[in-house]
Structures are given as structure tokens and as C-alpha cells.
């Protein structure tokens, strides 16, 4: 596809929904690989699902986690991914074979990780109740980052857009820039409100092309800077937010707040409703509310890298937000002419000739002489789209598709597959179960070698509590994605609650069955088997609602 034929002179974002991905189990979060080929979508299962984005279908489920996925990032060359569950462990993936790394375990649950934009050895890490802290993952070291205020450890923090610096805020409205490499602080400054008031900063969102970023706080403001700017003005200085987006109206708080894929274009979800705002950066305008289904809360919000398609998460689907598309083949061919009914059409003597005897000759000169000239067409130019601004070549190694193979369901017969294990034929149904359990989390080539145990690191953090809990798990959303209620169902009461089920009373007459095989126990040799006997010679016990049945398997046990 070529995608410079893809950028349209009018509007550059969706307008309406494109359909939903259903992942079969709830998403949580979301996120685009380097080239918007490959959506990764992590689930309340703990799995990850990646979709081929150009086909809408599934190309991998990675049983990643056991508790629900909360955080996502691709590597720049998109073979590795990172996530993070609500069980505190991050985890590095192989995406070609599904296989896990290493894993990390932090005392405190993940609120964000980010993998550096051009380094895939580093990942910056945000725990909760804590300092961001800086991953190696060659040599599974961790550095800590300096904060502002060692009380206030609410602090957010992501790269800049090469991952030169990192910025950090904290829930007093302040702003760190730190070098990567040195963690050394370059600049600082502090988010403050119309009047000498701060406020905290609930995200930091850098675009993928130029040099703004976006500061999303508590007071509902959506702030855009230049870095440029913010590096000259140095520490403790007080640089002016380029634009302040906001819904005045609403006074709507803000979910997850992205840019564009060319950085022209800002998109907020709202916490309140799966609403989407969109506003142009240059003048601040809004120029678009996308609408989802009412009552929706709104989970994550992943612009698409290079076209105008938007990624939202509500409910636990996946809903895509795309322009309308409009043949108009005029556009593609001057002298084409779009008919409403049929028209007779006269055909010229020579049309169809192989030669045409009546055409003259003309002379060629200008673009009729350069058909003649031999083209190139081996030499494969580097898509502008797929490149920074500081690259002339792609990444001829990066990951862009995956390998889909089919999934045969119970196939007939296997010729090529290995032979069937004589131990699987005799197996117990306990057995059985844990093998299914241990059969979806080996890979599909029974025959190969085993998988290599991936090594956990437990990152010791001083001072950090380890009680907390994820905001995903206590966060109060739409019935649909909170998880069941505890305690017993309406309307039951009394020792009924200890029933799964409630049979009903028999009517009529009930054969009786012979006793001999409960035996005799209880107190006195003769409690549980004088007591049945009366019950089966007598029918059913006044006030019992439990068959006769029922009460012998449950003495003598099931068969």
C-alpha cells in the first residue's frame, strides 16, 4: 500500500465507528506497534491478543499473565513486547514464538511502563507509591529516578520522543526533566492553575513527530508545551503551555489523552462516557466528539501511527473509529464519467483493430520520448511514513506481520502430527484437566524442545507499601466489566445458601430403595440407617425439600 497516496487535503481524523474486535475475553488496555500494522490488546484473563490491523483478525494470543493485563509497549523493532499486570510482575515477550523472557516483580502494582523509544534494553517503569524506576533488561538491573518532594510519590513519568530525557510529575503540579542516561536534572517547572493553586498531573503524552508534549492534570486542563522550550528555560523555570484544551461545558475529566500519528491532532477520552474529543493542535479548536454506546465507561484511547483510525477501549471491546470512505473514481481517472443508467455506446470502425490503419504518427517529443527510457524497478524506496526525521533507511529487520497458521479443531486424522501418547488414553480426569491447563501453555510443536524457564527478578524498592491495589481492581465501572458481587444470590436465606441448587418437592409416590448398601454408622451403630429407613418407608420427611436420591449419594458418596 502506498501510503503517501493516503494523505488526504481535507481532515486528517476519524468521524465515525468502524466496526469493534472482540477478544472474546475483556480488554483493558491497548496499544499500536511502530507502523500500525499490529494492534496488542491486553485482557482481564491475563492474555494478550495481537491483531493483524490490516485484515481485523487475530494473529496471536499470548497466555502472558494470570491477572488482568494493565499495561502495554512494543519495541522499536516490534519483536519484543512488555507488559505489566495487576499482580505488580512485568514481563518481556518474544511476539514470533510467544515465549516470555524475563519477568520482573515489584512490591507495588504498575500503573504505566513505557519502552525506550530507540534503546530496547530500557524500560521506565511506574509503581504505584513509588519513584519511576529505570530498567536494564540485559543485566536486569534497576536504577531508581530522583523526585522533587520524597513525601508526594504519586509521580508519573514517560520518555521524550527519542529518549533523550525523561519527564516526571508528581501530584503537586511538578515537572522533572532528567537526562536518561546520567539521570541528572536538566529542567523543572511547575504546572500551575489561573491562580497560584497546583494541581496534580495525571499524564505526560509525547507525539511522534516534532517536539510537543502534552501534560493531562487533575483540574481538567489539557496543557500542550514545546520541549524545546522547556530544555531553554532550565530549572525551576515557568515556560507557557502552547495550547490549554478543555471542555468548558462539561468541565469533563479526562481518561487518556494521545496525539495524532503526524502530531496535528489531540484526542481525550473522557472519564465520565465513552466520548472521544478531538482538537486541532495549531489553533486549539475542537473539531470532532465521538460518541460511543451510552453508559460506557471508557478504559484506553491508542491513535493509529500513520493514519487517521482511533483505538478506544470501553466495556471490554475494542472499538475503531475511522474516516468515511467515499469512492469517487473520477478522482483516480479525469475522463471517467459516472453513469446513472445505460447508455448506447458507438463503436468506432478501428477500435478494436490490432492496428489501427488510420492512426498517423506524431513525433515524439517530451513525455512520450521518456517512455522510452528504461525503469528502475528494483530499487525499493524507504516509505517517509515508516522513518524518523533523523533516518534516511527503514528497519529492514523489524516485525511488521505475523505468520498466521491455521487451527484445525479435532481433525479426523493426523498424519503428519506425532503418534498419540498411550499414558494420554489412561489418564484420569484430574490428569486430563491439568494437561489441558499445561497444553495451552506450551507451544504448538509438540515435538520440539521445551521451553526455556524465563528468570524472575524481584525489584526491592525501600520504603514502597506493598499492600496496595490496582485502581483497575477497585475502581467503581459499568456492571458489565466489574466482576461478580460477592456473597450469596438474592433471596436466599437461612442454611439454603449452602445448596448450589433448590429441587423441588416431590409429589406422589416414591418407590423405596434398599438400605443395605448405606450400612450402619453414626452414634449407636444404627443412627444414619434408622433414620434413612424411616424416610424411605414413610416417603419423604415432612419439611424436607431433598430427594431420597440425593440424600443416599450424599451419605454413601457419589458413584
Excluded at 484473563?45 to 494470543?61: E, H, P, Y
Excluded at 489561573?194 to 495525571?202: E, F, P
Excluded at 469512492?327 to 471517467?336: G, L, R, T, V
Excluded at 487451527?407 to 489418564?427: L, M
Amino acid at each position: 500500500m502506498n501510503l503517501e497516496l493516503l494523505e488526504s487535503f481535507g481532515q486528517n481524523y476519524p468521524e465515525e465507528a468502524d466496526g469493534t474486535l472482540d477478544c472474546t475475553s475483556m480488554a483493558l488496555t491497548c496499544t499500536f506497534n511502530r507502523w500500525g500494522t499490529l494492534l496488542a490488546v491486553g485482557c482481564n484473563d491475563g492474555r494478550i491478543v495481537i491483531w493483524d490491523f490490516l485484515t481485523r483478525g487475530i494473529a496471536k494470543i499470548i497466555s502472558a499473565h494470570i491477572h488482568p493485563v494493565c499495561s502495554l509497549c512494543w519495541s522499536r523493532d516490534g519483536h519484543k513486547l512488555v507488559s505489566a499486570s495487576t499482580d505488580n510482575i512485568v514481563s518481556q515477550w518474544d511476539v514470533l514464538t510467544g515465549d516470555c523472557d524475563q519477568r520482573f516483580r515489584f512490591p507495588s502494582p504498575i500503573l504505566k511502563l513505557q519502552c525506550h523509544p530507540r534503546d530496547m534494553d530500557k524500560v521506565l517503569v511506574c509503581p504505584m507509591k513509588s519513584a519511576p524506576v529505570l530498567l536494564t533488561l540485559s543485566d536486569s538491573k534497576h536504577v531508581v529516578l530522583p523526585v522533587d518532594d520524597d513525601s508526594d510519590l504519586n509521580v508519573v513519568a514517560a520518555f521524550d520522543r527519542r529518549g533523550e530525557y525523561i519527564y516526571t510529575g508528581n501530584a503537586k503540579g511538578k515537572i522533572l526533566v532528567l537526562k536518561t542516561n546520567t539521570q541528572e536534572l536538566v529542567a523543572s517547572f511547575r504546572v500551575t492553575t489561573g491562580t497560584s493553586n497546583t494541581t496534580a498531573i495525571k499524564s505526560i503524552e509525547f507525539a511522534r513527530k516534532g517536539s510537543c508534549f502534552l501534560i493531562n492534570t487533575a483540574d481538567r486542563i489539557i496543557r500542550v508545551y514545546d520541549g524545546r522550550e522547556i530544555l531553554t528555560c532550565g530549572r525551576d523555570g515557568e515556560p507557557e503551555p502552547m495550547q490549554k484544551l478543555q471542555d468548558l461545558v462539561n468541565r469533563t475529566p479526562w481518561k487518556r489523552c494521545c496525539f495524532s500519528g503526524d502530531g496535528e491532532y489531540i484526542v481525550a477520552g473522557s472519564a465520565r462516557q465513552h466520548a472521544l474529543y478531538i482538537w486541532e493542535k495549531s489553533i486549539g479548536n475542537l473539531v470532532k466528539i465521538l460518541h460511543g454506546t451510552r453508559g460506557e465507561l471508557l478504559l484506553d484511547v491508542a491513535w493509529h501511527p500513520v493514519r487517521p483510525i482511533i483505538a478506544s477501549i470501553s466495556s471490554g471491546v475494542v472499538s475503531i473509529w475511522a474516516q468515511n470512505q467515499v469512492e469517487n473514481w473520477s478522482a483516480f481517472a479525469p475522463d471517467f464519467k459516472e453513469l446513472d443508467e445505460n447508455v448506447e455506446y458507438e463503436e468506432r470502425e478501428s477500435e478494436f483493430d490490432i492496428e489501427d490503419e488510420d492512426k498517423s504518427e506524431p513525433e515524439q517529443t517530451g513525455a512520450d520520448a521518456a517512455e522510452d527510457e528504461e525503469v528502475d524497478v528494483t530499487t525499493v524506496d524507504p516509505i517517509v511514513a515508516f522513518c524518523s526525521s533523523d533516518e534516511e533507511l527503514e528497519d529492514y529487520k523489524a516485525l511488521l506481520y505475523l505468520p498466521i497458521a491455521p487451527e484445525v479443531e479435532d481433525p479426523e486424522e493426523n498424519p503428519f502430527g506425532p503418534p498419540p501418547d498411550a499414558s494420554a488414553q489412561t489418564a484420569t480426569p484430574e490428569d486430563s484437566l491439568t494437561s489441558g491447563d499445561k497444553k495451552q501453555r506450551q507451544p504448538s510443536s509438540e515435538g520440539g524442545p521445551a521451553k526455556k524457564k524465563a528468570r524472575t527478578t524481584t525489584v526491592e524498592l525501600p520504603g514502597v507499601p506493598s499492600d496496595e491495589v490496582h485502581p483497575l481492581l477497585g475502581v467503581k465501572g459499568d456492571g458489565k466489566s466489574k466482576k461478580k458481587t460477592a456473597g450469596r444470590p438474592k433471596g436466599s436465606k437461612g442454611k439454603d445458601k449452602d445448596f448450589p441448587f433448590r429441587p423441588k418437592p416431590y409429589r406422589g409416590e416414591r418407590p423405596a430403595f434398599p438400605m443395605e448398601a448405606l450400612g450402619s454408622s453414626g452414634p449407636g451403630g444404627g443412627g444414619v440407617g434408622g433414620g434413612m429407613k424411616g424416610r424411605a418407608e414413610g416417603g419423604l420427611a415432612t419439611g424436607s425439600l431433598v430427594s431420597q436420591s440425593y440424600k443416599q449419594h450424599d451419605i454413601g458418596g457419589m458413584d
